[in-house]
Each structure stands twice: as structure tokens, then as C-alpha cells.
């Protein structure tokens, strides 16, 4: 929590204005993920019917979506977004990911090969995200339609 707390409002530090879109995507992340294990706090309280609803838990997971969503929004429109919705899935998947070993005591496996093969193709997974390639990018567009120097462009003043 405190980190995406930190990772919130670091976008606005000047110093680092290239990154203030995926740094808020990454708590934005941070912050599904909360909403998410909260989620799943719930529903072991749902044992004892609708009731369980008006949880401690509710609380959570309404704050920590409403404030993801804004955060999302707001680094998708001051980042790159390609590079926000990749920060923000893997700090979302992530973070949901190690809660669910670390509070719910959810396991990867049985014995240490499953856990292993499990491990291997996450990383996979992560070095593979890593080498997608960037989008073509608009100046490079932008130069293929532009008309070549000393052409005669008709119907055009200058």
C-alpha cells in the first residue's frame, strides 16, 4: 500500500517527467491489485449470506478501484500508452500474484518440479513481454506521407 501510495504521487516530481505516465501506471497496478485481494477477502466472508457484504473489505475494494481507475486514466493520458498498459497489467497481475502466496497461503505446486515449470514460464512470459517490439511511431508516418521538396502540389497556397 505504501508503495503505490509513493508511486501515486511521484508523478509529480518534476525531475522525472519522462516517466510520470508509467510510474502512475504501475500504482495504478498496484492499486488493482489491492482491490483484487480484497476481492477475494470478501468472498471467504460470504460464508453467512448477503450480510457479509457490509465488510470492512467492501471499503477496500471500492477506494482502492475508484482511485486505480483515476490513476489508470490519468498515466494513460500524460504517458506513452503502450508502455502504461504493459506497467500497469504486470504490477497488477503481479502484486495479485504475491498476495495470493503471501496472505492467502496459495500454493504454485505440489512438489518442486510443478513449482519450478510454473516459475520458468512466468519468467518466460515476462521476457517475452519485454521484447515486443514498440508501435511504429506517428513521426515515422508522418515522414512516409510527406510530399517530397520541390514537388508541385495542386490547389495548395502558400
Do not use: C
Not at 500500500?1 to 511521484?10: E, H, K, P, R
Not at 512470459?125 to 515522414?143: H, K, M, S, Y
Not at 510527406?146 to 502540389?153: I, L, M
Amino acid at each position: 500500500m505504501v508503495l503505490a501510495q509513493n508511486l501515486l504521487l511521484s508523478h509529480l516530481i518534476e525531475r522525472i517527467p519522462a516517466q510520470r505516465g508509467v510510474l502512475l501506471g504501475i500504482a495504478a497496478g498496484l492499486g488493482f491489485g489491492v482491490s483484487d485481494v480484497a476481492i477475494k477477502a470478501l468472498s471467504g466472508d460470504l460464508d453467512g449470506g448477503p450480510a457479509g457484504l457490509l465488510s470492512p473489505w467492501s471499503v477496500v475494494i471500492l477506494t482502492a478501484a475508484v482511485f486505480s481507475f483515476y490513476a489508470s486514466a490519468r498515466s494513460l493520458q500524460i504517458g506513452d500508452g503502450v508502455a502504461v498498459i504493459a506497467v500497469t497489467s504486470v504490477a497488477a497481475n503481479l502484486s495479485t500474484i504475491v498476495a495470493g502466496l503471501a496472505v492467502f497461503g496459495d500454493r504454485l505446486g505440489d512438489d518442486a518440479l510443478v513449482v519450478g515449470v510454473r516459475l520458468a514460464a512466468f519468467a518466460l512470459i515476462l521476457v517475452g513481454a519485454a521484447l515486443i517490439p514498440a508501435p511504429v511511431r506517428a513521426g515515422e508516418a508522418l515522414e512516409e506521407s510527406a510530399v517530397e521538396p520541390g514537388a508541385v502540389t495542386v490547389g495548395v497556397k502558400s
